[in-house]
């Protein structure tokens, strides 16, 4: 199963733009790249997830390295209730099934 | 849209006794839906894959024989921990797979005493 690589914690000042980096060197060119967010005691919540071209939605961007080996998810103005721990995860094409990394813990300074 | 729910929300019970969660898909049809658990200040661990209409497939090292999966429909999954013990405590999460991507339950506390 392909792994990720985030780091354990960030910081972040409110309102101010997230740039959360995650590694994925072994990916296979058929691996999704998702990203969710995960509230103490909640489940994950879906953020974003793509396949090679950068994505925006409304509630954040994904960019892609052109090798795809790595990727930013990108919160463009961080509010407190982004305070989350975001996990970085790679989609196998052929069972669906997600194994989670150890995720990176994002704390927003009000 | 995708919304998928899970019940009880939290159960306590005694050591031995039998544990059912349900895990249902309220706005579409999943026939693939996953089971994991977490514990305290750690990542979610992958326990088994649940197929519609067929068996469920455990990942290495969880017991088929304790955590009993059924997936008789296309919006229901249950899981069912039996003769739990303390050990089994955790909270457990589980997911339906739809438009590419799995969208996640609120998850279940479960406390064996």
């Known amino acids: 199963d392909a792994k990720t690589t985030q780091p354990n914690s960030m910081e972040s000042n409110e309102e101010e733009p997230v740039h959360l980096p995650c590694n994925h060197s072994?990916?296979?060119?058929?691996?999704?790249i998702h990203w969710y967010r995960q509230l103490p005691s909640q489940g994950p919540e879906y953020v974003i997830h793509?396949?090679?071209s950068n994505v925006n939605n409304r509630m954040a961007s994904l960019a892609i390295a052109e090798d795809r080996k790595s990727s930013t998810l990108i919160l463009h103005r961080a509010t407190l209730r982004d305070a989350a721990v975001y996990y970085c995860?790679?989609?196998?094409?052929?069972?669906?099934?997600?194994?989670f990394g150890t995720g990176t813990r994002l704390k927003v300074l009000a | 849209g995708a919304v998928v729910s899970q019940h009880p929300s939290r159960v306590i019970c005694k050591s031995g006794t039998s544990v059912k969660i349900e895990c249902r898909s309220l706005?579409?049809?999943?026939?693939?839906m996953f089971w994991y658990r977490q514990f305290p200040k750690k990542s979610l661990m992958l326990m088994a894959t649940?197929?519609?209409?067929?068996?469920?497939?455990?990942e290495q090292g969880v017991e088929k024989d304790k955590f009993l999966i059924n997936h008789a429909s296309l919006t229901l999954s249950t899981l069912t921990v039996t003769s739990a013990h303390p050990e089994d405590s955790s909270f457990y999460i589980c997911?339906?797979?739809?438009?590419?991507?799995?969208?996640f339950g609120p998850g279940t506390r479960l406390t064996v005493l």
């Open positions: 997911s339906a797979f739809t438009r590419d991507t799995q969208y």
């Open positions: 072994t990916i296979s060119g058929t691996d999704y």
């Open positions: 793509g396949l090679t």
């Open positions: 995860i790679l989609r196998d094409k052929g069972t669906y099934k997600y194994i």
């Open positions: 706005d579409f049809q999943a026939t693939t």
């Open positions: 649940s197929n519609e209409g067929s068996k469920a497939t455990y």
